[in-house]
């Protein structure tokens, strides 16, 4: 059990330094490769032990390591899946450009906000708004959540989604007005039923023209309007600013960034939540540089976070191939995700995936082992161009106690049990079929055990 | 397992108890739970979508105004299949028909809502989520009775969907997320020549030293897993259907939910579609190959899975998001419309005929008045089969219609 209240928060959230007793190898490089984003080679593993934590950390909220070259080539790519005017292709693409980026932590908060922000494809259709509403995610990802939120509250797939673009003055629609204040910024039991009727006022005129937002001034309520005790003619914009004023908003945005980043279980208690919801609201809604001391932080570092958290199938699929320089075909992985559970661009309800256990149940275990299985049949599936028996030369592994400790290095946050291991070897070295099938095989029984389930 | 469901959900008033969660075992992957033969009570329903013409369906065959309203596309009386003097099913409906005569059909009639929507989909998403156009539809009504279950009793699979279309929004959840499968093939666990199931479970189940709640967790999942891997693999070897399913999609899919319920595995809400219902023009020939498929694939999953001994276990419900209009069209067809009637199949149903045939002259608009809201049936089905709190599911209190037998 993790006793979380009883840790000290200023011990918790100040920085792991490497030296003075604290380790800086494969374990917790690969910790952080998996947390910040996919997974990292052998090679990315040791150019992360090469630099101290801060300065690592530091340049993946702050540089942006995709070349401009490979911005394009990934936007082209988009580009060219919406001429098919079907919003299912633009999974595949983000898959691809989730396995291939060098800018993981980008992405993966990219990600964490596509599920905060959770809008379907399945209601809104149109892959372009899509597609629009991704970039809006991942340009704002690290940087100022209420800019993020202002532009959220006027993006036509959003408006589509949540209902706003049937908001009139005389029918005002409340479903995004509840949204930002139950689901995007405050949490439940932080504002009242009036609170979100007056402010579905502010947005009353809120539409799309020409897949552009516009205000259609004929359909707005500019009556005065009351939320959290103020009054005023507010317009949307205003009711933004007032809800991103509420003492709630940093608290709810820091717990849902610990459950992302951090662990799935337990709620994260108030006093480690608070330091960082003050960071939060005193630098300005500024994204990066809280997710820059979580992902620094000792208590990052500690058991109560490493293998805490129960990989998403994106992460679970996407971290083998990651890790063990994989490539594969991109477009029947996508489909074969949808039986995880996990369809970007399509989340399940408004409250986007709930991760943790709900990622779990007998049909996607099996379709998790399912989905390794075939990737290891799928002829286009490569590591290192090559198969795993070219794999294992290139890192020179050659005795089966080397390749399980080598794959355990690069794959799991836990370490497997003694006899498990031995299990293993004993396949690798003597089971049925070729070497490369053993291997294949070895793999894939890793990835069906708990500890790949984990992260 | 020494609570029934309900029992569970009564005492911990309107079913809002909160589990302990981390680090306990979940009560599902308990092994004694996993080799109990489940005895909780399955729900299977089967959505109608698109509209099915309740008029031709259940046909008031002595009715002058329905001869006069469908001059090409009625169904005479001596084509009908008699449920009494005035009504009948549609001749091809023989599965139904016999369903009626061994006791096993209830037919509730009428079945609408006030205010109704004519649209496919406004109709369709008030009769999943039982919620207004204006209200918040993040969840449907099954969904929610998902919700109230697992939070009393959890499971490793509360309701399945079964097929390639859309989830269908009653199964909407803001917790749990229900699988939709396709075929009996993601039950199975697959593995390369060289591999045996047997061989990954061993590694599965080895012992862990340290203690990690979520490694626990998803190591009692992933063993359950399997579990129910292998448990299709024996049975779906030995498994023989007690009963000749018709070449069907329905029939594939219903033959799969005896299947599945044949094999253990825990699910209380199975759900499948049947498309195509959308009849506005040369309504005969689609409409009465729907109702084929319907009648036959139904009867076939009824006598199925009452030998195969769950006759008491389970209840399958036919609905559709509205009838048609009452007078056909200039193509032969019919237009949205309003009331139908509502099938309930299985042993427990009070069989027979439930509520009136609306009336053909005092008419909605060219449409028929319901005079029994669907929410009253979502009420019979919570509160007396799946053991729920009805009112906090339907939003309101429905009084349940006497559809099952007490």
New interface residues.
């Given amino acids: ?2 006793h979380l209240n009883m840790i000290d928060p200023a011990w918790a959230w100040s920085p792991y330094e490497s030296g003075s007793g604290n380790d800086w190898s494969a374990k917790q490089c690969g910790h952080l490769a998996r947390r910040a984003g996919f997974g990292a080679s052998s090679n990315e593993l040791e150019q992360f032990a090469a630099q101290s934590p801060a300065d690592l950390v530091h340049q993946l909220v702050n540089n942006r390591s995709e070349t401009e070259a490979q911005q394009k080539e990934y936007q082209e790519l988009a580009r060219s899946v919406l001429a098919t005017g079907d919003a299912k292709n633009l999974t595949s693409r983000w898959i691809h450009r989730l396995l291939n980026t060098p800018d993981q932590l980008r992405e993966k908060t990219t990600l964490f906000w596509h599920g905060h922000f959770a809008t379907s494809a ?1 209601k809104v259709t149109d892959p372009v708004l899509m597609l629009q509403q991704n970039e809006l995610l991942r340009k704002n990802a690290l940087g100022d959540f209420g800019e993020m939120l202002h532009e959220i509250s006027r993006d036509p797939a959003m408006l589509i989604y949540l209902d706003s673009v049937t908001n009139r003055k005389n ?1 005002p ?3 995004f007005s ?1 949204e930002i204040m139950e689901l995007f910024c405050l949490g439940e039991g932080n504002y009242t039923e009036k609170d979100i009727r007056e402010l579905a006022k502010c947005f009353t005129g809120w539409e799309i023209k020409q897949r552009r937002y516009r205000f259609n001034k004929y359909q707005h309520d500019y009556g005065s309007k009351t939320i959290f005790g103020k009054s005023g003619d507010f317009t949307g914009d205003d009711g933004v600013d007032i809800v991103l004023e509420q003492p709630s908003g940093p608290e709810f945005i820091v717990t849902k960034l610990i459950r992302f980043f951090l662990f ?3 709620i994260p208690p108030a006093s480690l939540v608070k330091p960082l919801a003050k960071q939060l609201r005193n630098n300005g809604w500024q994204i990066g540089p809280v997710i820059e001391t979580m992902l620094t932080s000792k208590l990052f570092y500690s058991d109560k976070v490493i ?4 990989r998403s199938p994106v992460e679970f699929s996407l971290g083998l191939l990651r890790c063990l320089e994989g490539t594969t075909n991109i477009l029947e992985l996508t489909t074969d995700l949808n ?1 995880l ?1 996990q369809t970007l661009f399509f989340p ?4 986007g995936w ?1 991760g943790g ?2 990622w ?8 998790r ?2 989905l390794v ?2 990737m290891l ?1 799928r002829k286009q599936t490569r590591f290192a161009g090559g198969g795993l028996v070219d794999l294992c030369d290139k890192h020179q592994l050659k005795k089966p106690e080397q390749i399980v400790n080598w794959l355990q290095k690069m794959l799991l946050a ?1 370490e497997l ?1 003694a ?2 291991r031995k ?2 070897e004993r ?1 690798i070295d003597s ?3 070729n070497r490369e ?2 291997l ?2 070895a793999l ?2 890793i990835c ?4 790949y ?2 992260a | 397992m020494s609570l029934s469901r309900r029992e569970f959900i009564n005492l911990t008033a309107s079913g809002t108890a909160v589990l302990g ?3 306990t075992t979940p009560q599902f992957l308990t092994h004694a739970a996993m080799k109990a033969k489940s005895q909780e009570k399955i729900l299977v329903v089967v959505q109608l979508s698109g509209g099915n013409d309740g008029l031709n369906t259940v046909v008031p065959f002595e009715n002058d105004d329905y001869k006069k309203a469908r001059p090409s596309l009625a169904v005479s009386k001596k084509e009908a299949l008699k449920i009494n003097d005035e009504l009948g099913f549609h001749p091809v409906l023989k599965g139904f028909s016999n369903l009626y005569n061994e006791g096993q059909l209830a037919i509730v009639q009428g079945v609408g809502y006030p205010h109704p929507n004519r649209s496919h989909f406004e109709s369709m998403d008030f009769w999943h989520t039982c919620k207004r156009k ?1 209200e ?1 539809r ?2 449907g009504w099954l969904g929610r009775c998902i919700d109230q279950l697992q939070q009393a009793d959890p499971i ?2 509360a309701a ?1 969907h079964l097929g390639k279309e ?1 989830q269908p929004l009653s199964l ?6 229900v ?1 939709s ?1 396709r075929s009996l093939e ?10 045996s199931v047997k ?2 479970r ?3 189940e ?10 626990d ?3 009692a ?2 063993e ?3 579990d ?2 292998k448990r299709f693999e024996r049975k779906g070897k030995s498994y023989q259907p007690k009963a000749a399913y018709p070449e069907t999609a329905l029939g594939e899919k219903l033959k799969t939910v005896a299947q599945l319920i044949e094999s253990g595995l825990q699910t209380n809400i199975y759900y499948v579609e049947l498309a195509g219902f959308d009849t506005h023009s040369q309504q005969d020939g689609a409409h009465v190959s729907l109702l084929r498929q319907l009648g036959d694939a139904v009867s076939a999953f009824n006598t199925d899975i009452s030998k195969q001994g769950h006759a008491d276990r389970v209840l399958t419900v036919c609905f559709s998001e509205f009838g048609r209009r009452v007078a056909e069209n200039a193509s032969k067809g019919t237009d949205h419309g309003t009331a139908a009637p509502m099938f309930l199949v299985g042993n427990r149903v009070n069989a027979g005929l439930i509520g009136k045939q609306p009336s053909l002259k005092d008419l909605d608009e060219g449409d028929l008045r319901f005079h029994t809201d669907f929410r009253q049936i979502y009420a019979a089905i919570l509160e007396n089969w799946l053991g729920c709190n009805s009112k906090e599911i339907l939003g309101g209190a429905f009084k349940p219609v006497s559809v099952l037998k007490t």
């Fill in positions: 059990m993790n399945e029918h629609n409340e479903n509840r799935d279980e337990p293998a805490q958290k129960i039986d559970g399940p309800n408004v409250k709930d256990r709900a779990i149940n007998s049909s996607t275990m099996l379709a082992a399912n299985r075939k049949d836990v049990p006899d498990v299990t293993l396949k089971g049925k079929g099938q053993r294949r095989n894939h029984m069906t055990l708990p500890e389930q984990l | 969660f981390g680090g204006n918040k993040d969840s490793d699979i399945l859309k909407l959840s803001r917790t749990h997320r699988p499968v993601q039950f199975r666990l697959n593995v390369s020549q060289q591999e061989g990954i061993n590694l599965i080895a012992k862990r030293e340290k203690a990690n709640s979520l490694l967790f998803v190591q999942s992933t359950t897993a399997i129910v891997s």
